[in-house]
């Protein structure tokens, strides 16, 4: 039986969270802001390719967990959504982002790629939020953070770190391609990166705090002097590249039954 547990979650976001839930920060909640933004229709993708997969998976149990998978994905698809709306009573416009992060996705990824590449797309995307949950849990990213944007993104990290081994295996039951694996993971970070970025510069524009220097020197602090986020990103990301990697190899899964119990 998998050990992957969907759960049924009914996130309720009250119209009173703070603008800048993030410690009052502008450049630590629109960078989360930006991730939330881009999970949903992320997930989505993930779970459509990885559903249409099952039906070529021979081996029992990875199909189990597999179905698992998508279950938690769709989850995570559903809590992050809910969240749009009081990004919108803030006043943030991002359809003309969600339009061209569905276009690259759907468009583009989805109808244009193979099966072995959008797996090994997919299972990058799960190496590298794989890295961040593990930081999010075992740090406390979110200590500061409104108590249910917390809540929000530990049961979505622990739920990560439950199954970071399925997309990867599921890439390995149809090719086992190193070259392939790592070009997936470079058009993940890639494109994860590149759309993260592209939000958080779209809602601190709009926002007119694009230039102010606060907020330059939270990025600074966050990403390279304080946590040190991008380092610890980089470092462990490293970790993929080896020949003879799996995600289990790392020893994360007790943060996770902290949150899951």
Excluded at 19 to 44: C, M, R, V
Excluded at 140 to 161: R, T
């Amino acid at each position: 039986m998998s050990q992957i547990t969907v759960r049924q979650m009914n996130f309720d976001f009250p119209e009173q969270i703070e603008k800048y839930w993030y410690g009052n920060s502008p450049f630590k909640t629109h960078f989360f802001n930006s991730i939330t933004l881009l999970f949903p229709d992320g997930e989505q993708f993930m779970l459509r390719t990885v559903k249409r997969q099952l039906k070529h998976i021979d081996n029992p149990q990875l199909k189990q967990e597999a179905s698992a998978f998508v279950g938690q994905e769709a989850q995570h698809a559903v809590q992050h959504e809910k969240f749009w709306q009081n990004l919108r009573q803030h006043g943030y416009e991002f359809d003309s982002y969600l339009r061209f992060l569905r276009f690259v996705l759907f468009n583009l990824c989805e109808t244009r790629l193979s099966i072995k590449f959008k797996l090994a797309m997919i299972a990058g995307v799960e190496h590298f939020t794989n890295v961040i949950a593990e930081l999010t849990l075992k740090e406390e990213l979110f200590a500061e953070a409104d108590p249910k944007l917390k809540e929000l993104f530990e049961w979505h990290s622990a739920e990560e770190i439950e199954h970071k081994t399925v997309a990867y295996d599921v890439l390995q039951n149809v090719t086992k391609s190193y070259p392939i694996r790592l070009l997936g993971i470079l058009m993940a970070y890639t494109f994860v990166l590149g759309f993260v970025n592209l939000g958080l510069i779209m809602m601190l524009y709009q926002d007119k705090k694009l230039l102010n220097i606060r907020v330059w020197q939270e990025m600074i602090q966050f990403f390279f002097t304080k946590e040190k986020f991008v380092l610890k990103v980089f470092l462990h990301s490293l970790e993929y590249l080896r020949t003879n990697f799996h995600p289990s190899q790392r020893d994360n899964l007790f943060l996770a039954k902290k949150v899951t119990g």
